[in-house]
């Protein structure tokens, strides 16, 4: 091979090398791109549930004044508060805002005792998040829907007893909002921390494959 045909393979290889790298750059940024796409759906969906956690947690801090088990309660709430918003603030991918539904989770969970002990209501036992919006809070039975066996909130239950539809919390999908459970990988993270604690629980076996 004569000089020149050398310096044309090394040309030609090096051009193929220029096209491939090229080629996952360009990958990559559309990776990223769809990941901070997701991410910034899935946070706005995790950041009303935080607002939700703060609006509770106002509308009960004269509850928490009255006893020292009430403070306790309220600060416990507080301090997973405090919890959700870090992890909010630190997640980078979509899969990561499941922290955040844990600690609301823990959250709505103890606001809901301390809603109890404003009304002076029995406590509640504690009950995974309500399936149709987790941001209901705790559900208050399990009811059969569309063949499964899901937790339910008062609300949802009585609507659903009533033979109309419960409240399901919708996300955005490209240009359509759907129940959140066909919301894809952007909200599968957010979905699945709300009900983490309740893994191997009978009470959600029709609902983890989906969340
Ligand atoms: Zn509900």
Redesign the pocket.
């Known amino acids: 091979m004569d000089y020149l045909g050398v310096v044309l393979i090394v040309a030609a290889v090096a051009a193929a090398f220029v096209v491939i790298a090229r080629n996952q750059a360009w990958k990559g940024r559309r990776a990223r791109a769809e990941n901070d796409s997701q991410l910034a759906l899935a946070k706005r969906t995790a950041e009303a549930a935080v607002a939700g956690l703060i609006e509770a947690l106002t509308r009960l801090a004269p509850v928490a004044e009255q006893d020292p088990v009430a403070q306790a309660e309220y600060q416990h709430a507080d301090a997973a508060r405090v919890r959700a918003v870090r992890c909010l603030h630190e997640a980078t991918e979509p899969d990561e805002l499941c922290l955040v539904t844990e600690n609301l989770e823990e959250g709505r969970w103890t606001v809901a005792r301390l809603a109890a002990r404003a009304a002076g209501e029995p406590m509640p036992s504690r009950r995974p998040?309500?399936?149709?919006?987790p941001?209901?809070?705790p559900?208050a039975r399990n009811i059969h829907w569309h063949g499964r066996n899901v937790p339910?909130?008062?609300?949802?239950?009585a609507r659903i007893d009533a033979g109309a539809d419960?409240?399901i919390r919708t996300v955005e999908r490209g240009s359509r909002r759907v129940p959140y459970w066909e919301g894809g990988p952007a909200y599968a993270g957010w979905a699945r921390g709300y009900y983490a604690p309740w893994q191997g629980s009978t009470l959600v076996a029709d609902i983890v494959r989906q969340a």
């Open positions: 998040p309500c399936f149709f919006n941001g209901h809070g559900s339910a909130c008062t609300a949802d239950g419960p409240y």
